[in-house]
């Protein structure tokens, strides 16, 4: 409302509501879904794709003797907006300083996504840089292998379930739990799902079997061998093939009632549990010898926790991410977990310490990806990719993280190198200039260098394009790369548009229509006033139409060819025959890997 039109930018309103609270990109879009829902409104918030939300309303002057005039306006009821955020904003303050009163400040970390699917994320493990992906969903279960983000699918079954939990020793050796021909087997393989070794028949009682490796031969499984019995931890030996009950704590419970350990972590003094009991409660239990303690009780039924040599990290009631510290006597210290993600809108679960980094699973979210015209190609990196540029057969890729930004590089399609930029700096665009890659938006224009950022010019900038022979960013109006001062000339007070094609960078003058390059030389006219690229030596004009773009040749005025959705912020490249974009993706569930700073 204190805004000159009602908008406000989408970064300014996760700041203002959620400060240093790390949440995902899903929450601000829950959050107005349901602002609207209470507003009975749909047109009240609008979304001003790419930017950030608009609200629609009017100012009236009130007194106490016509507060009326509130109830009878249509737009009254917008004027609780604020009301109601600040309301918001102190419950999520609530939360965070209920969970403990020795509550620390939320450390500083960085997300960034690993794995994504249209299916149900069941298990994952690492080994050797390969992470392998169980997923279960419409009608199918699949097995995947994922380096660099790109999946190569290894098993596939018509049928949900088939494959499970899986857990992979530092040697390679690996055992995972299979349904096959609706029998239930638990499968060990001398490298990951390659060249088995061994084979435990199990029953559908024993469904989600948790594993842990005790060293190279020997490993716990949760296992019942009467039907009727608990399912606890059971040791499983290699060499001579004997399962046998894990004797070295006190596991089931004095009153004999029947339990499920749905999952299992150990550590040289005890053993980590998600127990079940018979009331069909879960809670985190730790086992020491003859004693236990429980730890943490649930309203609902996580599938997993994460757990190094000095942490435990889990997920919360609210759907948040805690740490604890487990160092020292588990049975006698204080319980006081620390808060390390703000609840999220999504859901958040399966926290795991897989070669000493923590992940967890995501679900139900959405981000921005490159797609290919022509369907030969499809990469994201993070929740949201905010521009790419193509150099020859080199790409590269801007991405946001939630303490600044992500960039990669990928040749041939395949990536290269990732560096993550920790940064409150506001930047929109990158380029590649002669060996440096630079970016640039409202903040200005940056070059990095090694993991940081130096300044270049403090110009805002709309967008940045470059080849190997000159570079211009779009300000106010368009300014050229200076190799001597190392800075921005300004080349065009009319120009805007720029793109590079095989004349150079080019841009139009919109005074005249003209197309021209770095030099000023005319080589093209513009049609009508859309987007510009270079498509297989011809210009083209793109904009975007209803749920697609069109891409016209200016020559002709034929149609090249139309997406399947609409083209995101602006982003689309020609890459060989094919044409690039930045499309929209609906995630089931996606993997995560949590970086501290």
């Known amino acids: 409302m204190d805004s000159e039109d009602g908008f406000v930018d989408r970064q300014l309103l996760e700041s203002t509501i959620w400060e240093k609270q790390i949440v995902t990109q ?130 596939s079954a018509q049928y949900t379930g088939a494959f499970r939990g899986i857990e992979i020793h530092k040697s390679g050796k690996t055992v995972m739990h299979f349904v096959e021909d609706g029998l239930c087997k638990i499968k060990v393989f001398a490298v990951p799902v390659k060249n088995q070794i061994d084979e435990i028949p199990c029953n559908r009682q024993n469904a989600f079997p948790s594993f842990d490796w005790i060293d190279e031969n020997k490993f716990y499984v949760t296992y019942n061998v009467e039907l009727a019995g608990s399912i606890v931890p059971h040791i499983y030996d290699l060499e001579t093939g004997l399962l046998e009950k894990d004797t070295s704590s006190s596991l089931l419970p004095a009153t004999g009632e029947k339990v499920i350990d749905a999952f299992i972590k150990a550590t040289d003094t005890g053993l980590y549990s998600l127990r079940e009991d018979h009331l069909d409660k879960m809670s985190l239990v730790y086992f020491e010898g003859d004693n236990q303690r429980s730890i943490f009780d649930y309203r609902a039924k996580p599938y997993s926790f994460g757990l190094s040599q000095d942490h435990l990290f889990f997920v919360g009631n609210n759907n948040e991410l805690l740490k604890l510290d487990v160092s020292g006597d588990m049975l006698t210290k204080a319980i006081e977990p620390e808060l390390v993600l703000a609840p999220q809108a999504v859901k958040l679960d399966d926290p795991l310490i897989l070669e000493d980094e923590l992940y967890f699973s995501l679900g139900n979210s959405s981000s921005e990806v490159i797609r290919s015209m022509f369907g030969k190609f499809t990469h994201e990196l993070e929740s949201g990719i905010r521009d790419f540029k193509i150099i020859d057969n080199q790409m590269f890729i801007l991405a946001l993280t939630n303490t600044g930004y992500a960039v990669e590089r990928l040749i041939d399609e395949r990536v290269i190198e990732t560096l993550y930029l920790d940064t409150e700096l506001t930047l929109r665009s990158i380029a590649y200039y002669k060996g440096d890659i630079y970016l640039a938006g409202p903040s200005g224009i940056y070059i990095v260098t090694g993991e940081h950022l130096e300044p270049v010019s403090s110009l805002k900038t709309r967008t940045i394009v470059s080849n190997d022979q000159c570079m211009l960013i779009e300000s106010d109006g368009i300014h050229i790369f200076n190799d001597q001062t190392r800075g921005f000339d300004k080349l065009a007070g009319q120009g805007e548009r720029p793109f590079i094609s095989n004349n150079g960078c080019s841009f139009v003058d919109n005074l005249t229509g003209n197309i021209v390059n770095q030099a000023q030389d005319i080589h093209g006219k513009q049609l009508m006033r859309k987007m510009l690229f270079e498509y297989k030596g011809k210009l083209a004009h793109w904009y975007s139409k209803g749920e697609s773009t069109y891409i016209v040749d200016i020559e002709s005025g034929e149609t090249i060819a139309k997406t399947k959705q609409r083209v995101l912020f602006k982003r689309l490249a020609s890459y060989g025959d094919d044409i690039l974009f930045l499309g929209a993706a609906d995630v089931n569930s996606s993997i995560i890997k949590l970086q501290f700073f």
């Open 26 to 155: 899903n929450s601000l879009r829950k959050l107005m879904s349901e602002l609207r829902c209470k507003f009975e409104s749909k047109e009240c918030i609008q979304n001003i794709r790419g930017k950030g939300y608009k609200l629609d309303f009017e100012i009236f002057t009130t007194n106490k003797t016509s507060a009326s005039i509130w109830k009878n306006s249509k737009h009254s009821k917008y004027a609780y907006v604020t009301v109601f955020v600040l309301l918001l904003t102190s419950l999520a303050l609530v939360a965070h300083l209920s969970l403990s009163p020795k509550q620390a400040v939320i450390p500083k970390v960085s997300t960034q996504s690993i794995f994504e699917s249209n299916a149900q994320i069941i298990d994952y493990a690492l080994y050797d840089g390969r992470m392998y992906v169980t997923t279960s969903g419409d009608g199918q279960s699949n097995l995947y292998e994922v380096v660099n983000r790109k999946k190569k699918l290894l098993f």
